[in-house]
């Protein structure tokens, strides 16, 4: 079917969130129902699973994206993620263990973005300076920046705009008194790239969450001296190793010294490592249109469905919330924004307020969970799925089964609450039919130091 | 004189310059002719002499403006840069050395200007946004962002706006083959925060100018392994100590070997630090306004006498040139921005075309220069200072023997030249009369590794 009117889709980032978008679209491209443009800022596509050695500026004078390290491996089994329609045993030609390291991740996402012939709706290296929607012509109108040759182009016009731009990037940084001070080194996690530069280090690292926990253990693998976590609210308390302890907030700094709230210090620490989370930042929309959130959210505020604009439906934003679902849950996601933009379903709440009010009642279920309470955000998100599901036009929506992978999630915190340093090494069943449980790795993952795609694929036993 | 047509002036930026420009119009202020603004995105003034640990992005989730790193001494004695009105002498009650460190300098930069009481006119903790100009109505359009309440307040209008904002803290990051997939550590000169990190290393570092030569001195200082300095164009050539080389430009990274351009290659590099500049920034200013510039020239491009925006000089851009005076320097700017936007002087060029000529000219020259000529670079600046002072009204110029300093800055290559672990050593005198000679530190700076302002000063030879 041709149609003159092809409605104009601009995507801003070449992400998971994007690459997801795009690929939903392609049908619909093929089609000639849409235009598709993805304006990418970086000079590759995968977003935040990047891995670079560089950090601050990067060679177009903008800021490094990724905040991704070396030795990093997944902190979540598989196949609580994987894409229904492009399994990693297609990918890699045979089965593969729960926990992958970084390179391998990535090279499942755009190995399935390459497999899609996605690559040619997306401008590398062109920023978004701009998005603002008119009103009257219901038309966003786009400023993008071609990095390199600093030419700015204004007013390309677009009937909906979909943000993939992701929310890992600018860091979240309290302040802590005489921490401006410290003699040693201070960092961001979204600057840290790797334990080498740690061994032998007393390690202050701030933060209660993932980054905390991952980092602090990776260095504990790579042989830090002594690792301090210090939370805001509670600890993880996990069993850690020796070297590794968790006490309260930090009050104060004083040289090398440092002070928690409970009064007891800790002294000679040779760096502080701030894994205090990230900001969203996205200062190039309008002020109506623009995304703002202070926390991570799994019910963020002005997102109808976790996705819509709930001002202006015509704008959607992917992944933006907090996030135990994630590359499966991006596909969900940019498959109703597909339906509903191509006008093949129509979402139920049609106005601004009942929109507000859908928002507010998941968010009533949200503040009663407890902070620590795993399981039950991992209900809430795969409800929050269930529900997109059943939003999306039945006939063409990724399905798998929600309850087991939401048992894969539970599964997964136990594991941790068992051991920390051996989760890694556990095996899951696939959610798919017919539910093969994956190989392990011959080499348990807190001695195993290759992460390199062909290590990890040659670590896999045989079955 | 009372006057009802206040000029309304924006300042953006409480660094140096902008003090520079608060103090020039403060009698013009208590005289009722201008109404002053100054935006300051950081919480304190002093710009980029002020020291912090952090880097990357503040509390506000604004990017670290700060390059400055410890144990930073002037690079350049003070008695070339030394404020008319305001000697170091009458600042610390007693004469100081010509190489004092960075807290003394900022002591001093600060101490004018809270003895000028300006502070009132500083709005900290905001971001100018955007800047406009209507043609119509002459005036400026300007959207700050209140840090703190993260408040847009937009369309303030200007008859003046001043920019600055300095040139010192987004990075130029050249690509090098591999550098991306460097195994330890990446930083460029403004994430550099002292030399105590890298005791012991085998160090990198890219670049060919001061940042190079200052960081590679104070590693050496504070014992790093090796250094080996990577220069584009040529090398600096000074008598350097044995552990630091000079070597040609990366060609390519692979793990911890770095390849050069003439075919050498070195070893178990643990360290690089990319010494390789900055970028100007003026994105949050329109289109016609913005002052671009890709390498840091004396005689930039669009500023008629280095400060004027062409293309409508009710714009002025303060120390956007590649700096010998600065302190000083930005004094006299400063003063011939007050003189012109408030009519007691008229400057020659009253036209576009004869304005971009008498750049042109200028440029020539510079052109003509070789890229060490250091004594040249200074005879250039030192006549661009001599037609500025000639272009302010004579009467209220700070005025200075530009010979004297002329003849401070040769010493000064010179002193480099005759020994790059000395130079801070030797004693200039002033170029005020009665022309004193400075005293001199009883150790010897490569000793000294006390840059406190009371171990500083107690280390002063009393003469």
Redesign the interface.
Known sequence: MTQLNRKRIAIIGAGPCGLSQLLAFKQAEQDQLVELICFERQAEWGGLWQ?????????C?E?VHSSMY?YLWSNGPKEVLEYVDYTFEQHFGKPIASYPPRAVLYDYIVGRAKAGDIRKFIRFRTAVRHVDFDDETKQFSVTVEDLRT?K?TSNLTFDHVIVATGHYT??????FEG??????????S??Y??A??FVGKNLLIIGGSYSAEDIAVQCYKYGAGSITISYRLFPMGFKWPDSIREVPLVQRIEGRTIHFRDGTSVDNIDCIILCTGY?H?HSYMA?KLRF?CSSNLYIPFDLYKGIFWVAEPRLAYLGMQNQLYTLNMFDIQAVLVRDVFLGCVTLPDDTRDKRHQNIRQLQVREETLKLDDHEGFSDLQTDYLRDLINCCDPTTVPKFDLDKSNAGMYKFFQDKRDSILTYRDQSFPSIFPPFKQAPVCTTAWIENKDDSIAGYLSSIETV
């Not at 921490?179 to 961001?188: A, Q, S, T």
């Open positions: 891995y670079t050695a560089l950090t601050g500026t990067d060679s004078g800021p070396r600093h700015t600018i860091p979240n940084m309290p302040e921490i401006d001070r410290f003699p040693g080194r201070v960092l961001h979204h600057d790239r790797g080498d530069e900001r930042n002020d703002r």
